[in-house]
């Protein structure tokens, strides 16, 4: 597989099956994606992967939390605060995408919860990982980060796994940190699910849409 395969067979994937993945296989995953450039060579990556009984316990409580409507600020805003176009049609084309693959209609608010649930689990994926940045750093660490991050998904790709990026595993830093004892000074960034995609489930059979190189590239000769 080369690097443009991976990049165009990735996907978000939210659901997986229940195989559990070699730890040898993950650390040689984010060993392999620290070689991402950064910023004076910061490297301001800190990544937990959760897994097993304190996956199970850890989700659990994002998902009373959630349930019982005990919302906590996010350490940082990943999303704008008013949507305005062209975004705010991406975010509703991507929810009916997700929503219709599933066969849920908009009127049934219960399964819609129990599918934004799902997010707290990481997609019942064997493994969580959860991404912390010092709070001392400042965008262009960020960015670093980013680089990172894809390196993990395209690296998980080459091995035969499916990802999932997750803004939501940051909606609760303080219950995070808390139970894996991370330290406050630390900015939850959020998480992404691994695993092994079940590849037949409908929620895994849809992909979102991409607009032409012409609407956002522009060439100055």
Known sequence: MNVTEAILQRQSTRAFKNQNIDKQTIQNI??????????????????AVVQGKTKTELS???ITAFRTKQTEKMDYN?????WNSPFKERRVETGQQLYQALDIKREEKEK???????NYRAFDAPIMLLFFIDSSLETGSYMDYGMFIQNIMLLAEEQGLATCPQGA????????????????NNIL????????????HPVNQYRTSRVELEEFCNFYE
């Open 30 to 47: 984010i060993n392999t994606a620290k070689h991402a450039p950064s910023g004076v060579n910061m490297q301001p990556w800190q990544v």
């Open 60 to 62: 659990n409580r994002m």
């Open 78 to 82: 990943y999303y704008p605060l008013e």
């Open 112 to 118: 819609r919860l129990a599918q934004w649930e799902a």
């Open 169 to 184: 595993l940051g909606e609760f830093p303080s219950i995070i940190k808390s139970e894996l004892g991370i330290a406050e």
């Open 189 to 200: 960034l959020g998480g992404m699910a691994l695993g092994y995609a079940d590849k037949n």
